[in-house]
């Protein structure tokens, strides 16, 4: 055995992936692989190997101060190494970055498959980062385990596909970075709060599956243009333009009834409002790619628009997040 160089025998486990294992265990301190683990291993190197890399489990080395480390599976290609670790057991992120820099230190790339745990929100305790690549592994049904690559959109793919499509280069970092990006101008059919017309509300934006409220756009012309356009085919989209609140004492990007020119100020547009519109556990609006219920409410239509998003726009949003670019 690698762990210790005792001799090893052949086995099957449970889930049918043969495997070797100790003849007499003596005092090596290896823990014993769960059947899940050990399909996963075989799975990923079962599929690098389909896309033309060399893959190996189990194989050890040291980085550069001498700090052992055994990879689940090594996958190489020429001069490139992947290494995948497939951790089921609870893990603190200390112990994730502190692995994760012997591979570093030995010019290796990992990435981490998390068990995916019911009720648990153990990654999103995690902070995203290009450092540490981590996805859930959901492996209920270890016939066929399948990956959450993306916490935003909550899809789910094959663990097969993963790896193979992540040696590809389709899993990857990407940061929100501000200039002229495609967004989804959302607008709310409600009741003006004054006159009580029924009227289409221009709220914000929607982009990369999060919500910037209309206050807090930069590129405002461009919004009121479009409003102006969209107000030729529908009368009840509400215009838009810097207004006064006495409320706030101040002046800032808002929506007027069409109707009336009440000011449609931040209560209308916060998503309490609308749950009086909304029934959340059954809301299931096609076409929003939202993935929160409050955001995909079927009051709301969207539109395609491209502006120029400013730094005060994405303050507030995550500072990267790992996506999953599918295959075609």
């Not at 076409?287 to 395609?304: D, G, P």
């Not at 005060?312 to 599918?326: C, H, I, M, T, V």
Request: charged share 25%; glycine share 4%.
């Amino acid at each position: 055995m690698r762990c210790c160089s005792r001799a090893a025998i052949p086995k099957v486990s449970s889930l049918g992936t043969r495997f070797f294992a100790h003849r007499s265990r003596g005092a090596c301190q290896t823990a014993p692989e769960s059947p899940e683990h050990l399909k996963a291993k075989f799975v990923i190197a079962q599929s690098a190997r389909a896309v033309g890399w060399r893959a190996s489990t189990e194989e050890s080395g040291s980085d550069a101060d001498g700090n052992p480390w055994t990879a689940d599976v090594l996958c190489i290609r020429g001069k490139a190494k992947v290494a995948f670790e497939v951790q089921l057991s609870p893990q603190s992120l200390e112990d994730y970055e502190a692995r994760q820099k012997r591979y570093e230190r030995t010019g290796i790339r990992c990435l981490w498959l998390m068990r995916l745990r019911r009720n648990s929100s153990a990654l999103n305790s995690f902070t995203p980062s290009r450092e540490l690549p981590l996805v859930l592994l959901d492996v209920k049904e270890p016939a066929s385990m399948t990956v959450l690559a993306e916490r935003s959109s909550g899809a789910t793919i094959p663990l097969a596909d993963f790896v193979k499509g992540a040696l590809a280069g389709d899993f990857f970092w990407a940061e929100m970075r501000p200039g002229r990006i495609l967004v989804e101008l959302q607008i709310a059919s409600i009741t003006c709060w004054k006159c009580h017309s029924p009227i289409k509300a221009i709220r914000g934006y929607i982009i990369n599956d999060q919500f910037v409220a209309l206050a807090k756009i930069s590129d405002t012309d461009a919004v009121a243009i479009f409003a102006e356009a969209l107000r030729k085919q529908e009368p009840r989209v509400t215009p838009v333009s810097q207004r006064y609140s006495q409320t706030r004492g101040d002046r800032y990007f808002a929506a007027s009834c069409p109707s009336c020119r009440a000011l449609m100020g931040d209560w209308p547009m916060t998503a309490d409002f609308f749950i009086d519109h909304c029934n959340y556990l059954t809301c299931s609006c096609p076409n929003t790619n939202v993935h929160m219920a409050e955001l995909a409410c079927s009051v709301f239509e969207y539109h395609q628009i491209t502006l120029n998003v400013g730094h005060s726009e994405l303050a507030d949003f995550p500072p990267g997040e790992w996506k999953w670019r599918p295959q075609t």
